[in-house]
């Protein structure tokens, strides 16, 4: 049987000495550390709880950069898809088993994808690392959030160059984007034949955009065929009005402030449906893929707020 020590040449499991990481324990490799949620995932890799965990000096492990979590679904064993259906985590490792090569995971900030560790990933944003620690959200710490390797936004994916990635990840990242067709069309624009784009999205029915209207195919198409500040400005209104309310009398000044400065905001509100509408529209009409896998929300209406598509590119353009 083929297991996760197969594809582990080196690395190291580590623990610091001190409270900056508190009792978490990393694999060290290729200059990252990569987090293992619970001793249990210690014997997907081949290694012994506690006896193979190094304890080291929390500069030491500081050193490392972050990486992905380790991830469990499809390493030690089969897992059944109700046992997958129980966690989002589990859901997101189910959904990334496929992966290899090199990728890109853009917006990773301090949740980084779990992705099998014979992946090498590379990390884009839009924002610097200090930028994403400024914006750090209560209980978040600088130590969670991933070094950028480079600068580049999901809409347009600049700077990758064309068929040089074998998947895409994009977490919570398209319903910041202002033209999410364009995005995906540049995500399959830098995948190789046969490479796999990743998204995993908020249902708007379940997160602060519950108030908002459905965005709608015809809005989508406008924004990849007709760019216009001016819609991007209404984008503003609606998130400060109905998603993330701010007081009537301040609420014009904010939306302004917003705006001039770019700030990252949802510029769509997708239901599970609707957006696999978008999806579909995507493969017949602009960009094809040749397999198309996808799973609506969880069952939990609070805690499970997202929905998960997979899709491969296929090896010519619509």
Known sequence: ??????????????????????????????????????????????RRWPDDVVQVDEAVLAAFAVGSDIPEVGQARAWSM????????RMREY?????????LEVGAGATPFPVPLRCHVVYGDRLSHAALVRGRYAGQSEDQFVWPDLR????????????????????????SA?????????????????????????????TFD????????????????????????QHYVEYYTLAHETPEQDRAAIIDREFAQGNEIHFHAWTYDSFMTLV????????????????GPLAHPELDIEFYVRLRKAEARV
């Open 1 to 46: 049987m083929t297991t996760a020590a197969s594809f582990l040449p080196s690395g190291v499991l580590c623990q610091a000495r001190g409270s900056r990481f508190g009792e978490r324990v990393f694999f060290c490799r290729h200059g990252r550390r990569h987090y293992l949620p619970s001793p249990a995932h210690v014997a997907t890799l081949g």
């Open 82 to 89: 109700t046992e997958i259906e129980s966690s989002s985590v």
């Open 95 to 103: 959904f990334a088993q496929v992966l290899h090569g090199y990728g």
């Open 152 to 175: 580049t936004e999901f809409d347009t994916l600049a700077g990758i160059g064309d068929e040089s990635l074998d998947f895409v990840i994009g977490c919570h990242v398209i319903e």
């Open 178 to 206: 202002r033209n999410p067709i364009g995005a995906m069309e540049a995500a399959w624009r830098t995948l190789r034949p046969g490479g796999y784009l990743i998204l995993v999205v908020s249902d708007k029915d379940r």
């Open 210 to 233: 519950r108030r908002r209207p459905t965005t709608s195919l015809d809005h989508v198409l406008a924004d990849y065929q007709r760019p216009d500040r001016a819609r991007d400005y």
């Open 280 to 295: 579909d529209y995507v493969n017949h009409n602009v960009v094809r893929w040749d397999d198309i896998s996808s799973h």
